[in-house]
Structures are given as C-alpha cells and as structure tokens.
Nanobody
C-alpha cells in the first residue's frame, strides 16, 4: 500500500514560484507512473505533469515551460517546480502513483491512479 504526502503549497503572487514535494512510502515498485494533478473549484481534475520511472515526462500544455517534474529516488520524493505562476494555476494539487500504468503514463492518459495524496493548496493572487 503506497502512502503519498504532499507539501510545499501556499499563497504566492502571480509571477512567483513554488516547489511542491510528494513523499512516497510503503512500496518499492521497480517501474511505475507518478504525477501531479490539480483540481480547481468547479473544474475537473486534470493532469499537470507525469513522470514514468524510465524518465519519460509529459506536461499539460498550460504549464509547459513553467513547471518541471523530477524525482529524487534516494529520498522517494516527487517534486514539482512551478515558476511564473498564473492566477489560473490556483488549485488543489495532488500527487498520485500507479504501478500498473506504463504505456498510458502521460498527461492526457487515464487519471484513475491507484494511490493519491491528500493534496496541497496552491493559491496565486494578483
């Protein structure tokens, strides 16, 4: 059973930066799919950045060039560096992992990941 705990959210002015972390524990998958999703009030959950354990990464078009996903394997931590934040980036951000997803491990693929964190709020103001 995987456990995921996000941190790093907060309030920031437009143009600012935040770094989200997702501490993973409880599993030792040799190959898996991990990613960041977000959900704003009244909107559907959407994939933001997804990373496959072979290093393949994909991003939502809305965050390309601004967000960077990375993984610190030594610390079992998934990171999301968010720069040039915009008002529309305001949302609850979730970390998720699914050991059974490989071929479809990309933004735009299935979002019914097996394990989810509790979320961390990101609020961008003008």
């Amino acid at each position: 059973q995987a456990q995921l705990v996000e941190s790093g959210g907060g309030s920031v002015q437009a143009g600012g930066s935040l770094r989200l972390s997702c501490q993973a524990s409880g599993y030792t998958y040799s190959s898996n799919c991990m990613g960041w999703f977000r959900q704003a009030p009244g909107k559907k959950r959407e994939g933001v950045a997804i990373r496959r354990s072979d290093g393949r990464v994909t991003y939502a078009d809305s965050v390309k060039g601004r967000f960077t996903i990375s993984q610190d394997n030594a610390k079992n931590t998934l990171l999301l560096e968010m720069n040039s934040l915009k008002l529309e980036d305001t949302a609850m951000y979730y970390c998720a992992t699914d050991p059974g997803t490989w071929t479809l491990c990309y933004v735009g693929g299935p979002t019914d990941f097996a394990y989810w964190g509790q979320g961390t709020q990101v609020t961008v103001s003008s």
